[in-house]
């Protein structure tokens, strides 16, 4: 993944803005304090653990040997957890945000829903885009949110990168791009479970993915229409993630999310 840490440190919004609608997403390193990250990581492994202690080998993420759907998209209530809201909902997120729709961070608001995941070993997402997942705004925003260290071979997030304006892509975006699933992404949306199979629908054109390993307190900006999908999660250890999305307060919303949150600090 191209890294666009520097950029951002240095407040180039027009730049940022260049490469997002060029690529379809935006690598930024330490936007978030790593030890509020890993405590909101502890805190929702310390959950799981109580709710499912069958899965854990201790309280350290390690899962037994041939566990599958821990779940985490359903416990909403671990979302709203304050030590998990104030990374998710943290104030330099929407400063970030902010900077992206060039507007002020009281302009912003992202979803009470969080995309909370938790992938055991040998589980990945499919090859998708988040148009079909949530409407509402056309420039809505997703942010993914490793929750502690995720390397490539744990099931980092790959993204199809200039697939949101490929012309060889137009044909999976006027078709796939432009359906929509199950209410708040809890039905599988994905365009195919295999990378790989991309290449089908774009014939002779190369698809290129970018990946990279992450630290706790990196994040990824992605357009709504741009693919993506994660590796599979080849470690003992659980790989715990989520999605936000954002966008700004005056434009539509998606009708089936009805809770919208501002800026703590607003």
């Given at each position: 993944?191209?890294?666009?840490t520097?950029?951002?440190k240095?407040?180039?919004a027009p730049e940022?803005r260049e490469?997002l609608?060029?690529?379809?997403y935006?690598?930024l390193?330490?936007?978030?304090?790593p030890a509020?990250?890993?405590q909101?990581r502890a805190f929702?492994l310390?959950?799981?653990?109580k709710?499912?202690p069958?899965?854990?080998e201790n309280?350290?993420g390690?899962?037994?040997?041939?566990?599958?759907?821990?779940?985490?998209?359903?416990?909403q209530d671990?979302?709203k957890?304050?030590?998990v809201r104030?990374?998710?909902?943290s104030?330099?997120?929407?400063?970030?945000m902010?900077?992206l729709?060039?507007?002020?961070a009281?302009?912003?608001?992202?979803?009470g829903?969080?995309?909370l995941?938790?992938?055991?070993?040998g589980?990945f997402?499919g090859?998708h885009?988040?148009?079909v997942?949530?409407g509402g705004?056309?420039?809505?925003l997703?942010?993914?949110?490793?929750?502690?260290?995720?390397?490539?071979?744990q099931?980092?997030l790959l993204?199809c990168?200039?697939?949101?304006r490929?012309?060889?892509?137009a044909?999976?975006?006027e078709?796939?791009?432009?359906s929509?699933?199950?209410?708040?992404g809890r039905?599988?949306?994905?365009l195919?479970?295999?990378?790989?199979?991309v290449?089908?629908h774009v014939?002779?054109?190369?698809?290129t993915?970018?990946t990279?390993?992450?630290?706790p307190?990196?994040?990824?900006?992605?357009?709504r229409?741009v693919l993506?999908?994660?590796?599979?999660n080849k470690?003992?250890?659980v790989r715990?993630?989520?999605?936000?999305?954002?966008?700004?307060a005056?434009d539509?919303?998606d009708s089936r999310?009805?809770?919208?949150?501002?800026?703590p600090?607003a």
């Open positions: 993944m191209l890294d666009s520097q950029l951002f240095q407040q180039q940022l490469r609608a060029r690529d379809g935006l690598l390193r330490q936007v978030l304090n509020d990250v890993l909101a929702l310390r959950e799981l653990c709710a499912k069958a899965c854990f309280t350290e390690k899962l037994v040997h041939g566990t599958r759907n821990v779940g985490l998209l359903h416990r671990l979302g957890g304050p030590l104030k990374v998710l909902e104030p330099k997120l929407f400063a970030l902010a900077l729709y060039n507007c002020q009281t302009q912003i608001v992202t979803t829903y969080k995309w995941r938790a992938v055991a070993q589980e997402t090859v885009s988040d148009n997942f949530v705004s056309p420039d809505l997703t942010l993914w949110l490793p929750l502690g260290r995720v390397e490539v071979e099931g980092a993204i990168s200039g697939s949101h490929s012309r060889a892509f044909p999976v975006r078709t796939y791009g432009a929509q699933v199950g209410e708040n039905e599988s949306g994905w195919t479970d295999n990378g790989a199979d290449a089908t014939g002779r054109y190369g698809v993915w970018a990279t390993n992450f630290q307190g990196d994040v990824v900006v992605l357009r229409d993506h999908m994660s590796a599979t470690w003992a250890d715990i993630s989520c999605d936000t999305r954002w966008q700004p005056d539509t919303r999310l009805n809770e919208w949150r501002c800026c600090e």
